[in-house]
Each structure stands twice: as structure tokens, then as C-alpha cells.
């Protein structure tokens, strides 16, 4: 339809706020003004997307206004959109502005897999995108990791560096077709390319995909260029090659990922519910932890599950054609950040490289998620959700930029600007020098790219955590938040719950620094913005070796197992395969309380019953190893609680001593550890509940906010869940979020808003 000339004597002026720009919605406004049969104009600027509409009536351009919003894009997400009457200009038709600069915030879309239309383009050997590896559009293709500045054009992106083609110019400028202002776009004449490399002799080995496929059928390990790094990549069907992936890898016993060509293969090797299918096929293409069907010889050891995923990239998709899965590991060094350089170096770790020359700026893993319910769980938060924006409750939105440097292990950082708080995706443990140097690389991108300049700089209580010092050194107001609170808060955030809310925190994870000193992990607080009340904790128990009781979960057997008097090692089954002189000197290391400092930990606790049903390994290889294999070793169904106590005072305390002395008498009566597992759950699951009813006696709480690591754990959380809504509690638990310390630069940024004064 064309456009009546701009004769009205005013026209609109739309705004509009949100996950706008590289998710099609310029293109989109172009084709729904020219429907409407309105002129003007639609461009990105620093704050989201501006839309000038003239022509027709004010009725018209009202009934436009409301279909911007109501008909968006699929991947856009409109936080806020604000219209105003100005002077008409008389423009004639509708047209894409260049993008204006300036200080505002305005909100990127993650990287989002290929889409149906690209997959169908990449399969038609009619198509001149046929079998092209970077074929994307506006609903689909990289973002977040390739995005430099704002706003979010072309020039501003690792696609700078390739000029399109006259072919890729056209539908670049048409507004009718899917690709108009795809800001990635390319094909094999003007885009990148891919390229297989011979590790070891340096050489370009000819055959492309082809070859990679045979590569892997015949044993050898690939680097393949992904979104957001490498991934190192096998045939899951060859143990050997799987076995030499563990040993290049040193990973001795931590599951490997795979991915699948599609849904029927995945359900060929693993039992998918429903809820878990959906995840798998989302835009977002997480991992998805699912029951094995069939036994892959040594991809995850010890458990019930497989983390698949399906093809994100048209270099997956292409890939995976040609074998029906594979081994997909990211590909850094034993604790350090995942690779996205091939100048950061292959050579132990591979026998070929996949890739290609489009660059990745900003490194990300794959994100990993659980279903518990029919909800998913993350385990980890990172490429295809972030960097999405979490609007802050009414009350706390008015406030003035604020940095939270977040956790030590498995850290984030967050950012809130301008209403809504954006977290980075998942960067490591900052123990390890190459991490701290990918935390600095990532708060100078999230900062640069959203314009943040802090207010005030947010940590963690501890002292003598990097975080702590990295956040003295800015010179900025300093807010420090315990641990658990912190937990708290990331919850009341993501569920809009705003100040002047107080719940019961349910907080079980390893360690946080406590405010007392000590290390907490057991935690039930009376909690809100303004402060904490520490209501109940878990006893607190000697930590053997310090730091050395969470890698060594024995260790922690032995602290539950002693009691005063008694003069020896009880004997355990599974207790006997360790050093009888080891065993003795860390008993006498409880015993006087030499390196032993207390702890309330819930995580210690997995590890100790873990340990005595002689389900962990004598060293945990990778963080909750124990845990995790005590959560899969456990039967079926509902189980009888084994006995606790939880007895008065400030705080009350939560006793698992009858708990451990039942479970070691019924190792010594042979009982399996698939029956102790399933019963050591519900007695959590029942103590859980039983402090939540004494705080709402007490305290007159009936809102429960469940955080902290243990809650990654599918029985313990759905037990919970289940127990405390019987029970007439409302419970709250993260969704968008992860229950880890993943969350806790979250919890931060809720702590500082709090405490600022609105922006005038």
C-alpha cells in the first residue's frame, strides 16, 4: 500500500525500550507502517528504538502504536514503549535511519540458534546459501558475542570486517525480505569461511565438513568454532577417542556433553520428558540434563544422566548431518575460561582445528539447564540468555547505576541502569589467574557497552576475596553483603518482590563467609532488603584440613562420625579403603580442634552421607562430585525420613546426628545406598519443613525463598517444593536465575538499591 503524503497537522512519536535492536524489529516496523499506510521513519539509537509515524488519522497511527507492541518480532522484548504527538514533516514514504549515538541504555538480544527458514536455506541445493556455515537472519545467528558497541549496527560488530556483496546489499535493504538490516548477515561470496587445519603439521587439510565428519568416525579430536569459544569434539561411540579426550582434557571423571543431531537421536541414547524435549528445541539451545537410555562407555561416569544438546550454529547443523553425534566439551584448559582464540593455543589438545574467521569478541559457554517440575533449573547461565535485562521490583527502579562484582566461585557480574539489572554470563572461579583476566575483560565490556558508570560498587563480605579487594581499588562506595542474604535478595528481585517484603531464605550451599566469621551453608533467614535475622542453621561441624574437607568428602564423614569419648574410628565399609594412619591423624585433628574450623554447611553434609554410603570418590575431581553421585545413586519413589533434631535458641539449630547414626547402622546391616540416598533426601526435604513452620509460628513468615547450590539438586528442590506447598507455604525459587552462586552478583545489586536514593 502506498503511503498518503504527511499532510496531517501532527504526527507520533514512538520510543520503545527492550531486547530492541538485532532481533528484526526495524525491518518489522517498516512492513507495519507501510500495512497502515503511514510515513516516516524507525531508527536505533543508545536507547532502544525511535519510531516517527505520519499520515492517515491520529486514530491510525494510535491503532500502529498498539501493533508495534502486540505484533513484535519473536526474539524482541518490549520492556516500555511511550508515544507523544510532535509536528508532521511531510514525508512521503517510510525509511530506516542510520542510527543515532548518545548516553542511554538500551538492551541487546543474546546469541540465538539458527532458525527453521536458515535451515532450510543451508539444505536447498537451490539456494546460494546451500551448505553455508554462517547463514543467518533476523530471527536467528550470533549477538551478544559479536557485538562491540551500541547501537547495534553492522559496523559495530565482528562483521565489520566483511563488506556484502551486491546480492547480501539487496536483501539487506529490502524491507520485505527476512534478512533487512540483519545486522550479520553473509554468504559464501562476501562472508567468512570455514577452514579445517592440521594441528601438528599446520597445514589446511582439504574437504571442509566433509572431512571433519570422517576425522571423528575415525578416532581423532577436533576443535570446532562455535558462538562463544571451541568446543573440543569426538565420536561419543569410540571409547578410546573418548578416553583420550578425558586424558587431554585431565578430566578424569566429570561428564562430557554431547550434541545430537535432533530430537528422535537424542531420545535413541536418553529417556526426555516432555518439559526437557521443549528446552532442548528452544531458540536458546541450552544442554539439557536427561536419564540415559542406552550406556555412552565413559562420558558421565557414576550418574543417570547425559547433558545433550542439539545443533545451534549452520556449522553444527551441517556438522551433524553427516554424524549423528558427538562429544561437544568446551574446550579450555582444566579451570580456566573456555578458548575463542586459535592463538590461545590447541596444540596438546587436538588432532584438528574447524574454524573460521569470523571473530568472537566476547567469550561464552553453553548454558546448562535442569528440568525439575516442568521448569527449567540453570546450572550454569551463559550463551542464549545472556545478556537478557531483569526489570528491578517497584520501588528499588528509580536508582543511579550500580556495579556487584559477585562471588568468588562460579562468579557473575551484574550491572543496573536505568530500571533493569543486566547480568554477565557465567566466568569461573576467580582462585584461577586466566579467570580474573576474563572477569576483567567482561566488566569492561558490559560497562563500555551499556554506558554504565557506577554509583557504587558492590561485593561479598569475605575480606580476602579478589572481589573485595577488586572493588576497594575502584574507589568507589563500597557496599559489602553477606553471602546468604545476598542469595535472598537475587530471589525477591527476579519475583518483583520489592522493599518492605521479608521472607524465610532457605539457603543451603558449601561456604559463605558468615557475619560472624565463621562459615555458613546451612541457612534459614528472616530476611528482606533492609536486613537478616539468622532464624535456624544447620550444627556447625569441624572442617578436617580446612579447604581440604570439601575436596576430600571422607574427611567429612569422619567429622559427622565423631562424637566426644569416643577413643577410635568407628568401623565404616567404606572407610576402609583409605590409609589407616591418615584416618587416625584426622581424627585427632577433630578430636582437639587443631585445623578443623566449624561450619554450618548443607554441602558438607552431602558429602559426609555421600562418603559413608561409599558413593564418593576418595577426592572430588570436580566441584559436588560427591554430591552429585549421592543425588543419582537415589531410589526411585518416597522414602522414610531418618530421625533429626531442631532445638531452640539464637539461631535455633538443625541436628543430623541421629540422622548419621541410623544411616551408619544401617550400613553395617548391608542397607543399599540408593535406599540411604532416597531416605537422606526426604530427612532434608522433612527438616526443611518442619524450621519453615517453627518460623511461621515464630515470625509469622509464610513465604519461603529457596537458594544456595543444593538447590541444583532435582530431588532435594522438588521434594522441598512439594513439602513446603502442602504445608501452605508460598514458595519462590529462581527460575530466570541460577540457584548458585551465579546469582549472587544479583542479590548484590538488590542489597545497593536499596540503600541508594532514587535519582531525582
Known sequence: MTPPAGS????????????????????????????????????NDARGVQI???????????????AVEAERPKLARVERLTRRAVPARGYKDFKVRSSGRGGGFVFISPDISICPACREDIRDPANRRFAYPFTNCTDCGPRYTIVLGLPYDRPRTTMAGFPLCPDCRREYHDPLDRRYHAQPIACPVCGPAVVLRDVRKGTTVPGGIDE?????????????????GFHLACDPTSAAAVARLRRVKKRTSKPLALMVRDLAAARRIARITAAEAAALESDRRPIVLVGKKIELRGLAPGLKEYGIMLPYTPLHVLLLDRIEMIVATSSNPKDAPIIKDESEGFSEMCDYLLTHDRPIHMRADDSVVRVAGTSPVFLRRARGYVPEPQPAPE?????????????????????????????????????????????????????????VKPACVVSDLHPDFHTTRMAERTGLPHFRVQHHHAHVLAVLLEHGLGPGSRVLGI????????????????????????????????????????????????????SYLWAPGMKAVPAIPSLRGIDRERLRAVWRM?????????????????????????????????????AVRLEAAAAPGRARPYAFTLTDGSPKTLSFGPMIEEIAAGIRRGESPSVI???????LAAAAVETARAARRDLGLRTVALGGGVFCNRRLLGRIEARLAGAGFTVLRPRRYSPNDESISVGQTAYALARLNPVS
Open 52 to 66: 516517527h509515524v505520519e499520515g492517515g488519522t491520529r486514530s491510525l497511527r494510535g491503532r500502529f502504536a498498539e
Open 212 to 228: 571433519a565428519a570422517a576425522l571423528l568416525r575415525r578416532g581423532k579430536i577436533l576443535a570446532i568454532k562455535g558462538l562463544g
Open 395 to 451: 520501588g528499588l527502579s528509580g536508582r543511579p547505576p550500580v556495579l556487584a562484582l559477585g562471588a568468588e566461585l562460579k562468579n557473575t557480574i551484574s550491572v543496573f541502569k536505568n530500571g533493569y539489572v543486566v547480568t554477565s554470563q557465567f566466568l569461573g572461579d576467580l582462585d584461577e589467574y586466566r579467570n580474573r583476566m576474563y572477569f576483567e575483560e567482561t566488566l569492561a565490556h558490559l560497562t563500555g557497552l551499556f554506558g
Open 8 to 43: 496531517a497537522s501532527s504526527a507520533l512519536r514512538i520510543d520503545v525500550f527492550g531486547v530492541v535492536q538485532g532481533v528484526g524489529f526495524r525491518p518489522f516496523v517498516v512492513r507495519l507502517a507501510r500495512r497502515f499506510g503511514l510515513a516516516g521513519w524507525v531508527k
Open 507 to 558: 539457603i543451603w550451599d558449601g561456604y559463605g563467609y558468615g557475619a560472624d566469621g565463621r562459615a555458613w551453608g546451612g541457612e534459614f533467614l528472616a530476611a528482606g532488603y533492609e536486613g537478616f535475622e539468622r532464624y535456624a542453621r544447620f550444627e556447625p561441624k569441624p572442617l578436617p584440613g580446612g579447604d581440604l574437607a570439601a575436596r576430600e568428602p571422607w574427611r567429612m564423614a569422619l
Open 590 to 626: 577433630i578430636e582437639v580442634g587443631t585445623h578443623a574450623p566449624s561450619a554450618s554447611s548443607c554441602g558438607r553434609l552431602f558429602d559426609a552421607v555421600s562418603a559413608l554410603a561409599g558413593l564418593a570418590p576418595l577426592r572430588n575431581e570436580y566441584e559436588a562430585e560427591a
Open 677 to 683: 540416598s532416597a531416605r537422606f533426601h526426604e530427612t
